[in-house]
């Protein structure tokens, strides 16, 4: 399948090219240049398959062209060596737990199949080259994509990643999960918020000296490889409320809320829609960023600095998937509402939802998913089962966690052995030049 830009200013391109520029050289993001239905005879099936099985069938949609359907499978079944379950939290509200990962977030799914798919390219072109090179990964982090994406490129051969995240803006244990790695992994601590590590990154992939000296892709959400994946559990939630007879034919329809950042998770839900997937809203939920929420209700789309918040993976003034979404939607805002709706929540209200929602249920929310349960608190309508995505294991965030909760949540033990870990990074300066200094001197 071929992939065009969302500037459609670019040439087409494979989707290895895509994989491994990122982005497309007239800076927009590439899109898939068909998006495949699937037939009514896999939805009435979905309870019955794995979730492994049911991910491959999404595959084979996106990448089926250009991977041999042996490669494929390997592709999936590794990269889902863990469940995305649905926990019912209150009546018709149930939490998509997108935590069982390795560094128990919900971005290991796209990292994890992002490095096997890049991977694949990377050996079968040695194969038929003869030729060895490597492939540097530059991601901007504001926590969770950082620890995914290094710990699903760790040890992988001829890769290099270098995870930009800003200084003093990510909780201890989000940082300790990318800059205890060392190996193949580089942290580069930059003295600014997330947009300027991402302002880096574009920065970068234009560069064309720098370009030049070492082969640059990124692995945060503009990249198809990354995004196009998180599509999958979005069918396995269904497949799994299906199986416990809430959805399907003559029972509830499903709602969906995301708490939202990048929206790039969000995209792949919405990808989903177009695929066949009976999702019959989605709610974009937001923290004090509140870009999104405002396009909604106006219909103009105005960026913003970053703001920091609790929710601070969310913490986005200009969410680089907002491209996509247009695309998808070609540029009709009232289609857009049609699909989603917005929510936004000060530091104040999340802090309020996490307590409430502990006190009544028991269940612990971290920030995120605190906007998520609380979007689907006030817009669920009768006939409908909401799921929310929680998006980080609450330990992540245990010490804020704890002080709203007056609780002491146990910390896994796979973030316990990175905290202790010793601290690896490399300080950067909010300046392109100094990074590329850095880049060109590897």
């Known amino acids: 399948m071929n992939y065009y830009s969302t500037n459609h200013k670019a040439p087409m391109a494979t989707l290895r090219e895509a994989v491994e520029h990122g982005l497309a050289p007239d800076r927009g993001l590439y899109m898939p240049e068909t998006i495949k239905r699937l037939p009514e005879s896999f939805f009435e099936n979905i309870d019955r398959l794995s979730f492994q099985e ?50 128990l977030a919900f971005k290991d799914v796209g990292a994890r199949f ?36 290094a710990n699903g490129f760790l040890g992988i051969d001829d890769i290099h990643v270098y995870v930009l995240y800003p200084k003093g803006k ?80 003559g029972r509830k329809d499903m709602v969906v809320c995301v708490p939202s950042g990048n929206f790039g998770n969000i995209t ?59 695309d998808l939607y070609n540029n009709d805002w009232k289609a857009i509402c049609n699909d989603i709706s917005g929510a936004t929540y000060s530091d104040d209200a999340i802090r309020k939802t ?31 089962v909401g799921v929310f995505l929680e998006t980080a294991h609450p330990a992540k965030f245990k010490e804020k966690v704890d002080a709203i909760d007056n609780a002491d949540i146990a910390i896994p033990e796979r973030l316990q052995a990175f905290m202790r870990g010793k601290k690896q990074s490399v300080e950067m300066p909010n300046d392109f030049e100094a990074l590329k200094r850095y880049l060109m001197q590897i």
Request: glycine share 8%; charged share 20%; hydrophobic share 40%.
């Open 170 to 249: 990510v909780s201890k244990i989000q940082e300790s999960q990318f800059t205890t790695l060392g190996r193949n992994i580089t942290a580069l601590e930059v003295d600014g918020v997330f947009d300027d590590c991402q302002a880096l990154v574009k920065n970068a992939f234009m560069d064309k000296e720098l370009n030049d000296h070492m082969k640059l892709t990124s692995a945060n959400s503009i990249n198809v490889a990354r995004f196009l994946p998180q599509a999958f559990y979005y069918f396995n939630a269904y497949a799994q409320l299906k199986r416990m007879g809430l959805v399907g034919p």
């Open 54 to 103: 049911i991910a491959l069938e999404v595959a084979r949609c996106f990448f089926g062209d250009d991977v041999d359907e042996e490669s494929l499978r390997h592709i999936v079944f590794s990269t889902l060596a863990f469940e995305t379950p649905v926990h019912q939290v209150k009546e018709d509200i149930y939490s998509l737990e997108l935590f069982h990962g390795p560094t």
């Open 114 to 149: 992002m490095a096997r798919l890049l991977q694949y390219f990377i050996k079968k072109d040695e194969k038929a080259t003869g030729v060895h090179h490597e492939v540097n990964v530059l991601v901007a982090t504001s926590g969770d994509t950082g620890s995914a994406v």
């Open 268 to 326: 792949a839900g919405l990808f989903g829609i177009r695929m066949g997937l009976p999702v019959k809203h989605f709610i974009a939920a937001n923290n004090a960023n509140d870009i999104f929420y405002n396009y909604l209700q106006t219909g103009i789309y105005s960026p913003q600095p970053s703001k920091q918040t609790l929710a601070n993976a969310m913490d986005v003034g200009d969410p680089s998937n907002f491209a996509r979404i247009l």
């Open 354 to 384: 996490m307590k409430q929602c502990y006190d009544e249920t028991g269940y612990v929310l971290d920030p995120h998913g605190a906007c998520g349960y609380q979007a689907l608190s006030e817009q669920l309508q009768p006939g409908q």
